[in-house]
């Protein structure tokens, strides 16, 4: 059964930064691309940024394009995810995302999801 644990969220002020990271364990790091997503109250769930197996190609949402960096260890079968220049639009619950294809910011192409990790920017 996979499962991933998101952690590294928390409250921080706007213009500061914060990693997240997502562990992943039954399964390969080599299964698939992985991904994160954020939800905030009221809001669809919005694509931040997608990584492919090798750790080569990658993909940022408009939102994550200039501030974020998203990256993975295969050995230690974690992703991570670099977020700087933090803004209050910023404030939602992360998730760490896997699946068994290339990068996609499609949410049902992921059928694994993390339970997710609360980031808070305060002004």
């Known amino acids: 059964q996979v499962q991933l644990a998101e952690s590294g969220g928390g409250l921080v002020e706007a213009g500061n930064s914060l990693e997240l990271s997502c562990e992943a364990s039954?399964?390969?790091?080599?299964?698939?691309?992985m991904a994160w997503f954020r939800q905030s109250p009221g809001k669809e769930r919005e694509f931040v940024a997608s990584i492919s197996v090798s750790g080569g190609n990658n993909w940022l949402g408009d939102s994550a394009k200039g501030r974020f960096a998203i990256s993975k260890d295969s050995a230690k079968n974690t992703m991570y995810l670099q977020m700087n220049n933090l803004k209050p639009d910023d404030t939602a619950v992360y998730y760490c995302?896997?699946?068994?294809?290339?990068?996609?910011?499609?949410?049902?192409?992921?059928?694994?999801w993390g339970q997710g990790t609360q980031v808070t920017v305060a002004t």
């Open positions: 995302a896997a699946g068994a294809g290339g990068i996609t910011a499609t949410p049902t192409a992921y059928p694994s």
């Open positions: 039954g399964r390969p790091s080599s299964s698939g691309a």
